[in-house]
């Protein structure tokens, strides 16, 4: 019984770890552009609550014609029906936010050659607090929620079927999106390409790749990915809107950090957003072992935790660590040599520089 409660426990980890890789992943492919898009925290606060509102609008619209006879006469179960193209419609906005925030991050940086940081912290913040003045009238209210579809066969699979195959449909695509993802970066010809602009954009234009347009392309599908994390929290793993109570504030610097963790490469990228969510569950399960501990404290571990990882992984380019490691004996030296050099991670040459023609 116990092993069972660890695997459901564990099983949710990936669920709310989801929205975080989707973030994540999509920054990833931004980054490797060469474009800094720091609207990430404010783009998911600003999906999150318009993939909300569409959800509940189309739901109520599309119930009015149902109770006027004017649609869905006869169709069993129209409620889940109507549900269904509400969540629908809810993520296609999501995902049309974040690429319209990203849009202006394109434009601002790539076009009008404007700073990538300064044009996109200004936006998370404008974004962030319009989600907050438009989404007021919402909180509280009750919409439709992604439900749970276990995989028919696979969820009945000893240990993984309850891990991997009882969960939603965004989960499952959140496992599809890692491996599309590192195949696409990797593993493909334009994936090289998008290596080639990100690194050297002046080697990639001499061999024929439009760099600004790449940049352009993979910016807007980056904070398309990034909007789509917005309605997973609101429409899913936190359903409804509360505004500052939300609890998602703070998310989108996680998943700017854990882009950074996974040294752009979306496996390690998705390793840092399941051990940040395995850290939130963790203080969660501690909790009640550890009373004489505030349960802000460990509630908000993982976000000091996961910065002590970054600094971890930036610490050993630093030459200090070096000259130290030189003093040691040889077999913890040679230890900690590898294990620095495993999680060492060097951003894309050109990132947040752009390109002009010669």
Known sequence: MENNLILIGLAGVLVSAAPILFASIGETFSERAGVINLSVNGTILLSAMGSFVAAIQITKFLNGLVERG???????????????????????????????????????????????????????????????????????????RLGSAPLPVLKDIPILGVLLFRADVMTYLSYLLIILAWVWIFKTRPGLILQGVGEKPAAAYVRGANVN??????????????????????????????????????????????????????????????????LQWLGLVLQSSMPDIPSQVLQVAPFPLMILTLLLVNIGNAEWIERGLASLPEGPRHFLNRLIRSLRSSPPSALGTPFEKQ
């Open 70 to 144: 004017a649609f869905l006469s006869g169709v069993p179960n129209p409620e889940g029906v109507i549900n269904g193209i509400g969540l629908f419609i809810g993520f296609i906005v999501g995902a049309i936010i974040g690429g319209l925030v990203a849009l202006v991050v394109a434009f601002s940086s790539i076009t009008l050659k404007q700073s990538q940081v300064a044009v996109g912290f200004v936006l998370t913040l404008m974004t962030r607090d319009l989600s907050y003045f438009l989404g007021n009238d919402f909180m509280g209210e009750v919409g439709p």
């Open 213 to 278: 347009r790449q940049r352009y392309i993979y910016t807007i599908l980056g904070g398309m990915l990034v909007g789509v994390a917005g309605p997973i929290y609101s429409l899913s793993v936190k359903a409804g809107w509360k505004g500052t109570i939300s609890g998602l504030d703070g998310i989108g610097w996680i998943a700017l950090a854990i882009t950074i963790f996974g040294a752009w490469n979306p496996l390690r990228v998705a390793f840092g957003a399941y051990l940040f969510s395995l």
